[in-house]
T-cell receptor, first 113, second 114 residues
Framework: KAGVTQTPRYLIKTRGQQVTLSCSPI?????VSWYQQTPGQGLQFLFE???????NKGNFPGRFSGRQFSNSRSEMNVSTLELGDSALYLC????????????FGDGTRLSIL | AQSVTQPDIHITVSEGASLELRCNYS??????LFWYVQSPGQGLQLLLK??????LVQGIKGFEAEFKRSQSSFNLRKPSVHWSDAAEYFC????????????FGTGTRLTVIP
């Protein structure tokens, strides 16, 4: 079974731009969660989508948004990029229940210049 | 407040030595508990999980973890460390009610000396 696939692996952007990251979950998984990982703040939850609906949201500004398609693939968008948005963005998929482990992709490394 | 604490930022062990990484949680009810490992430049790989029942949980790569309700702990252990175990280890919790997302500890970086 293929794992969680995130594209692209690396991105370089400048302040003020916007960016879209993509995540393809494990086949059969309907839940996709996004996390931001930085050296200072560690791993922080952004949001979770289940069956095309945002089911849960972390404490991030509205510049961070996402969506999920009917095939469970998900995209995350960040608008008006700031230097502090430089991070590793991780996507995780699961079957959707609380007792279902989340499986992570290798992440997208976003650097803001 | 709900939280996961990993008291050790960095641990160094010799290859072949035993390992224990500490994790404590603070929740009203025992959450679902997980250990993940992250190698440089990669995502998180699930090592093991605890939901209920047997308090000693076996995982992949020879790791095990013991859940102790009285100490609110879920420590990760390995009897004999290999050089390839050098990585960052994260303890995580999923509440049984309320927010449906993982809460992570700050991680413990493991260095293995040959």
């Amino acid at each position: 079974k293929a794992g969680v696939t995130q594209t692209p692996r690396y991105l370089i952007k400048t302040r003020g731009q916007q960016v879209t990251l993509s995540c393809s979950p494990i086949s059969g998984h309907r839940s996709v969660s996004w996390y931001q990982q930085t050296p200072g703040q560690g791993l922080q939850f952004l949001f979770e989508y289940f069956s095309e609906t945002q089911r849960n949201k972390g404490n991030f500004p509205g510049r961070f948004s996402g969506r999920q398609f009917s095939n469970s693939r998900s995209e995350m968008n960040v608008s008006t990029l700031e230097l502090g948005d430089s991070a590793l963005y991780l996507c995780a998929s699961s079957l959707g229940g609380r007792d279902q482990p989340q499986h992570f992709g290798d992440g997208t490394r976003l650097s803001i210049l | 407040a709900q939280s996961v604490t990993q008291p050790d930022i960095h641990i160094t062990v010799s290859e072949g030595a035993s390992l224990e990484l500490r994790c404590n949680y603070s929740y009203g009810a025992t959450p679902y508990l997980f250990w993940y490992v992250q190698s440089p430049g990669q995502g998180l790989q699930l090592l093991l999980k605890y939901f209920s029942g047997d308090t000693l949980v076996q995982g992949i790569k020879g790791f095990e973890a013991e859940f102790k309700r009285s100490q609110s702990s879920f420590n990760l252990r390995k009897p004999s460390v290999h050089w390839s175990d050098a990585a960052e280890y994260f303890c995580a919790a999923m509440p049984r009610t309320g927010a449906n997302n993982l809460f992570f500890g700050t991680g413990t970086r493991l260095t293995v000396i040959p």
